[in-house]
C-alpha cells in the first residue's frame, strides 16, 4: 500500500498530488523519491531519463518501490516526437504518415504495439496523440505531428489511436485541446493565437477532441493558445470558460485534465509557473506538466507552496484542489488496474509496414535504382522543441548499410546548394529536406542542385507540400527511422 510520510497534512499532499514533474538521469533521484512518499502521484520521463528499455524498466520499478500507483508519464507521439527511441529514431511513423494511408485498424494496431512497448518498461501515461487539425501548413510546431489537415480524417484516427493505446493498459492523453493546428507561432516560445471564429471551432478545432471524448480517453492535455472567439483574455491552459464551461460542461468530459509543460514561455514568459499553475488548476485543471526544462525539487517546492497559498488566501478553493487530486488518484488506479489484467501479443514490424504503406512516390516508372554509394545531402532546418534535435534523422544510415561507402553532409543556408554540389562531386545525389514549403532557402538549394544535377532523388520528410521534382520524389509523410527505412528501400530498388 502506499503510505504517506507522517507530516504531510491534506492540503500539502493534495498540491503535491496534482504535479507532474521531471528529473535528470536515469534514476530516480532521491528528492523525488521523498516527495513521491509525500504524496507526489505522477513523474514524467522525456529523453534525458531513457538509455535502454532495460533501464527504464529499473527506473519506473525504482519509483514504483516507493509509490506503487505512481503515473509514469511520457510524450512518445512516434514519428518525429520519440523519448523511448530518442537516440536511434522511432520504430513507429507519427501521426501525419498514419493519417495518409488512413485505415484506422492500422492506426489501432500502431497504438497498441507502442502502449504494448511502454507497458513493457513500467510507463503508464502517455501524453499523446495529438488532435490537432493541421490546418495551417506554415505551423511550425505541428506539422507531421497531425493526421492531417481534414477534421473528420484527425477524428476518426484520434479515436483509433486512443482506443488502440489504451487497450494496452497505457492511458491516452490526447492533446492540445482545444486545438492547436491553426497556429503560426510555436507556443514553447510565445503565445500563440487563433482567430477563427466559433463555427469553425466547432467542426474543426472541436471534432477530433469529441471523438477522443467518446472513445474514453482518459486524459487531455491543454493548449497554452489564445482562442478569442472561446475566451479574448484567458490562454486555454488558464480558462474556466475552455476548460470548465467548454471541455467539462459542453463536451461532458470527466477525465484528468493536464497542462502542456508550465516551463514553456507561452505561460512562463506571461505568467510565470507559479501563478499559471494557480491560475490553471483554478480554471479546472487537475494536472500540472512541468519538468521538460524545470526537472529539480527546487520547482516541486515552489509549484507545492504556491497552490497551498493560494487555498491558504482563499484564491484557490480548497474543494477545487481537492478535486483535481482525486482525478489524479482515480487515473492511477485506472492505471494499475489495466496493468494488472493487460497483455497484448508483440507486433514488432507494424511500425515499418505502416511506414511503406505512407509513402507517396512520383517519377518511380522512369527510376532507376540506386547501385553505388551516392551522397546524401540532408537540408536541414532547425528542430523545434518538441521534437528536438538529438533524434537522428533521415535516410544516410539506412543507404549506408546498402551501399558502403555512402557519404552524406548537413547543409542549410542561401550556399546550402552550392554546398552541396562541391560536397557530393561526381557521386549520385540523395537531397533530403523536411518542410520545404516553409523554407525558402531549402527551395533555392534544390532549384541549384536540380539545375546541375536532375538525376537527384529528393526525400521530403516533413509535410509534402512542395511541388514534387527531381528524377524520383519521394514523401515520407514524417521523419520516423521506419520512414527513412521504407524510403530508402525503394530508393534501392528492393
Not at 98 to 103: C, E, I, K, M, T
Not at 138 to 145: A, D, L, T
Not at 237 to 259: A, K, Q
Not at 280 to 309: F, H, N, P, Q, Y
Amino acid at each position: 500500500m502506499t503510505t504517506f510520510a507522517s507530516g504531510t497534512d491534506t492540503l500539502t499532499r493534495d498540491a503535491l498530488t496534482v504535479l507532474q514533474p521531471g528529473f535528470t538521469g536515469t534514476t530516480a533521484p532521491d528528492w523525488l523519491l521523498r516527495r513521491l512518499g509525500e504524496g507526489l502521484a505522477s513523474v514524467g520521463l522525456f529523453g534525458r531519463n531513457i538509455a535502454s528499455p532495460e533501464q527504464l524498466a529499473a527506473l519506473t520499478a525504482q519509483l514504483r518501490a516507493e509509490r506503487d500507483d505512481v503515473l509514469v508519464a511520457i510524450d512518445e507521439e512516434g514519428g518525429d516526437v520519440t523519448r523511448l527511441e530518442v537516440r536511434t529514431g522511432s520504430s513507429f511513423p507519427g501521426n501525419h504518415a498514419l493519417g495518409a494511408v488512413d485505415d484506422v485498424e492500422l492506426t489501432r494496431q500502431v497504438a497498441a504495439e507502442l502502449g504494448r512497448r511502454l507497458a513493457a518498461c513500467g510507463v503508464n501515461l502517455n501524453w499523446a496523440p495529438s488532435a490537432d487539425v493541421n490546418s495551417n501548413p506554415s505551423n511550425p510546431v505541428i506539422g507531421v505531428r497531425s493526421f492531417g489537415a481534414s477534421a473528420e480524417l484527425a477524428a476518426k484516427h484520434t479515436a483509433a489511436y486512443v482506443t488502440g493505446l489504451q487497450s494496452a493498459g497505457v492511458a491516452a492523453c490526447t492533446k492540445h485541446f482545444p486545438g492547436h493546428g491553426d497556429t503560426a507561432i510555436d507556443s514553447h516560445h510565445a503565445l500563440p493565437r487563433i482567430d477563427a471564429d466559433l463555427p469553425v471551432l466547432l467542426e474543426r478545432e472541436l471534432r477530433p477532441f469529441r471523438a477522443a471524448i467518446a472513445a474514453g480517453t482518459r486524459a487531455v492535455m491543454t493548449a497554452h493558445i489564445l482562442v478569442p472567439a472561446l475566451d479574448p483574455d484567458r490562454p486555454a491552459t488558464l480558462s474556466p470558460r475552455i476548460l470548465t464551461d467548454l471541455l467539462r460542461g459542453e463536451l461532458r468530459y470527466d477525465g484528468l485534465i493536464v497542462t502542456d509543460g508550465m516551463e514553456m514561455q507561452a505561460i512562463a514568459g506571461t505568467y510565470g509557473i507559479e501563478r499559471g499553475s494557480v491560475l490553471a488548476i483554478a480554471a479546472g485543471a487537475d494536472a500540472i506538466c512541468v519538468g521538460g526544462g524545470l526537472a529539480d525539487d527546487e520547482t516541486v517546492r515552489r509549484l507545492r507552496d504556491a497552490l497551498v497559498s493560494a487555498v491558504r488566501s482563499g484564491e484557490l478553493p480548497e474543494e477545487r484542489l481537492a478535486q483535481a487530486a482525486e482525478r489524479v488518484r482515480t487515473l492511477a488506479h485506472w492505471t494499475a488496474a489495466s496493468a494488472a489484467g493487460t497483455e497484448l501479443p508483440a507486433d514488432e514490424e507494424v511500425g515499418l509496414r505502416a511506414a511503406r504503406r505512407a509513402l507517396r512516390i512520383t517519377g518511380a516508372d522512369a527510376f532507376t535504382p540506386l547501385t553505388e554509394a551516392p551522397y546524401v545531402a540532408a537540408l536541414t532546418p532547425v528542430a523545434n522543441i518538441a521534437v528536438g534535435d538529438e533524434t537522428p534523422w533521415g535516410v544516410a544510415a539506412e543507404l549506408l548499410r546498402r551501399f558502403p561507402g555512402t557519404e552524406t553532409g548537413t547543409f542549410a543556408g542561401e550556399d546550402a546548394g552550392l554546398a552541396t554540389l562541391a560536397a557530393a562531386g561526381p557521386r549520385r545525389i540523395v537531397a533530403v529536406v523536411r518542410d520545404e514549403h516553409r523554407h525558402p532557402w531549402m527551395t533555392a538549394a534544390l532549384d541549384t542542385i536540380l539545375r546541375t544535377r536532375p538525376d537527384t532523388v529528393v526525400v521530403e520528410m516533413g509535410l509534402p507540400q512542395a511541388p514534387a521534382r527531381g528524377a524520383l520524389h519521394i514523401a515520407t509523410q514524417g521523419a520516423a527511422r521506419v520512414c527513412g527505412r521504407a524510403a530508402a528501400e525503394v530508393i534501392a530498388g528492393e
